[in-house]
């Protein structure tokens, strides 16, 4: 691919701008969007790693502040690890039984798992997420036969799209699902599972106070991670599903921990 001219500091101050205003970009996004070859982008993303403007990750690069309150959207977040993504929330998806209820909570990896579960029959889907919603709901005057049986939480939306707050947790309290789908900003072998927003933590604790299983869908990235708010800790998780990106310590502290752990591969680009 030719250059389009741009010298690697016009690039990188592009670049440096698309990542402050939306959180994440991606390296095939960038090809496009600078005209330059793959490798270029990924040069300019090592150089702007190096300055601590960014941090890469497979595919692209998210903004590297990683303060303890940082709460990307719900785009940002989507656009990263989407392979990885894709591998655990198959696997998660085997876990919803057909007639049960499943609560889905906020995030794009449960996002993932939603989205395969659209033709479990008979199945009723608790979530306080607004994507998930959207996901399910049909647009049609009479949904599809054997669709899912939707119920929203209520509540106030945060930036990641989650309904939280006290008429969420009032919600959730007088539930009981058979199965949770849950995701986390952040997952650490003395943090437990954590999340940047207070009312996010608290909302999921109720989630997890109202399920008979919890299963944690989380790809190797969020490993180390440990924003501002925990809400549960590693043996309170019955099935922590992630990909074979994880390193082999992080696999050793969660089979030893969570009930058990499932590893999915991510096939090779």
């Given at each position: 691919m030719a250059d389009n001219g741009l010298?690697?500091?016009?690039?990188?101050?592009?670049?440096?701008?698309l990542v402050r205003r939306s959180g994440a970009v991606r390296v095939a996004?960038?090809?496009e969007q600078l005209g330059v070859s793959d490798m270029t982008v990924r040069r300019d993303l090592d150089a702007l790693e190096r300055s601590g403007v960014v941090k890469k990750v497979h595919g692209g690069a998210v903004a590297a502040s990683g303060t303890a309150i940082d709460e990307p959207g719900f785009e940002a977040k989507s656009a990263l690890?989407?392979?990885?993504?894709?591998?655990?929330a198959e696997a998660a998806a085997t876990l919803v039984e057909p007639g049960s209820v499943v609560a889905v909570a906020a995030g794009t990896t449960a996002y993932a798992v939603a989205a395969r579960l659209l033709h479990v029959p008979r199945l009723t889907v608790v979530t306080n997420s607004l994507p998930v919603a959207e996901l399910i709901r049909s647009t049609d005057e009479e949904p599809p036969a054997g669709a899912p049986t939707l119920l929203?939480?209520?509540?106030?939306?945060?930036?990641?799209?989650?309904?939280?707050?006290?008429?969420?947790?009032?919600?959730?309290r007088s539930l009981h699902v058979d199965l949770l789908i849950l995701g986390a900003h952040g997952v650490g072998e003395k943090a437990g599972l954590t999340t940047p927003n207070l009312a996010e933590a608290q909302t999921n604790r109720a989630l997890i106070a109202s399920a008979r299983r919890v299963a944690v869908v989380a790809d190797h990235t969020k490993w180390g991670v440990v924003a501002l708010s925990g809400?549960?800790?590693?043996?309170?998780?019955?099935?922590?599903?992630?990909?074979?990106?994880?390193?082999?310590?992080?696999?050793?502290?969660?089979?030893?921990?969570?009930?058990?752990?499932?590893v999915a591969p991510v096939p090779e680009d």
């Open positions: 010298l690697a500091h016009q690039r990188q101050a592009m670049i440096a701008e996004e960038l090809v690890e989407s392979a990885a993504k894709a591998a655990v929203l939480t209520g509540g106030s939306p945060t930036p990641s799209a989650a309904l939280v707050g006290p008429l969420a947790d009032q919600a959730i809400f549960a800790a590693l043996d309170e998780i019955d099935v922590f599903v992630t990909d074979s990106g994880l390193q082999v310590h992080a696999r050793t502290a969660l089979a030893e921990t969570v009930g058990e752990l499932v």
